[in-house]
């Protein structure tokens, strides 16, 4: 397992705030053979000088600045396009790994002979104090599974492109990520998850992510331009992804 390189893709825009942090719980994971390639969209703040002190400190560390601002998807698929790695794994750029995240992950696709896994994740507040909001994951879940509740994070995931194959991400400005996995599992039959919160999900004020609405938008999107699902399929797995939201929300609201 040792030999095997893992390529983690991280996009960066004006992330000048929490990028030092996100690299640095890389730089302390306890499995060492990895290369973190991110991709600056055109960044406005001192997100590059950040990450250039980075590159000439730890060679496993690139930088790649793209020439226009295009979104997320095109951010990650130049980061897939260039990485070595027999497994991809997807970091943001205010998201935090805990030093186990790749060694528990790569122990269950070798042990179980599969290509594809994600984590629970803790939520924290902006500044980064940890919140009582865990999102857990399912031992494992499916298409039909992933379409009735988008629990999978992308900062969770960890790729075996030997088993699975190469992929890019699904190329919408928004969801690109829930879409993937779909896609995904439609060339595996379970995305198998680990129980523990190994990353920590930043809860950042005005981000994409934070909008509800915005999300809700985004899955139907995804149901019925992306997934092309029917009409009456689309509605039956919506009405089960909102009672999943409700769920996450209402216990957030309790914690």
Same mark, same amino acid.
């Given at each position: 397992m040792k030999e095997s390189l893992v390529s983690i893709i991280t %996009?960066?825009?004006?992330?000048?705030?929490?990028?030092?942090?996100t690299i640095e719980s890389v730089q302390a994971q306890t499995y060492e053979n990895w290369?973190?390639?991110?991709?600056d969209d055109?960044?406005? =703040?001192s997100s590059a000088e950040l990450i250039n002190k980075k590159v000439e400190e730890d060679s496993r560390v690139k930088y790649i600045k793209l020439d226009k601002n295009s979104g997320a998807a095109v951010t990650?698929?130049?980061?897939?396009?260039?990485?070595?790695?027999r497994y991809i794994a997807?970091?943001?750029?205010? =998201?935090? @790994?805990? %030093?186990?995240k790749l060694k528990l992950q790569l122990e269950l696709l070798n042990d179980k002979k599969v290509g594809f896994c994600f984590t629970s994740y803790r939520y924290v507040l902006q500044n980064?104090? %940890?919140m009582n909001k865990v999102a857990r994951a399912p031992e494992k879940i499916d298409y039909n599974g992933l379409l009735k509740n988008t629990i999978i994070g992308c900062s969770t995931v960890l790729i075996d492109k030997k088993i699975i194959g190469d992929f890019r991400m699904t190329d919408v400005r928004r969801g690109q990520d829930t879409a993937t996995w779909l896609q995904l599992l439609k060339r595996t039959k379970f995305a198998y998850g680990i129980y523990d919160d190994l990353v920590w999900y930043r809860v950042v004020s005005g981000s994409l992510s934070d909008n509800k609405w915005t999300a809700i938008k985004?899955? @139907?999107n995804t149901y019925r331009n992306v997934e092309h699902l029917s009409l009456p399929k689309a509605m039956y797995v919506f009405v089960f992804y909102a009672y999943n939201a409700l769920k996450k929300r209402i216990k957030k609201e309790r914690d």
């Open positions: %996009p960066v825009y004006n992330a000048e705030e929490f990028i030092s942090q290369e973190m390639i991110l991709i055109c960044s406005t =703040d990650r698929n130049t980061g897939l396009s260039v990485a070595n790695g997807f970091l943001d750029s205010d =998201d935090i @790994w805990k %030093p186990d980064g104090e %940890p985004r899955t @139907w």
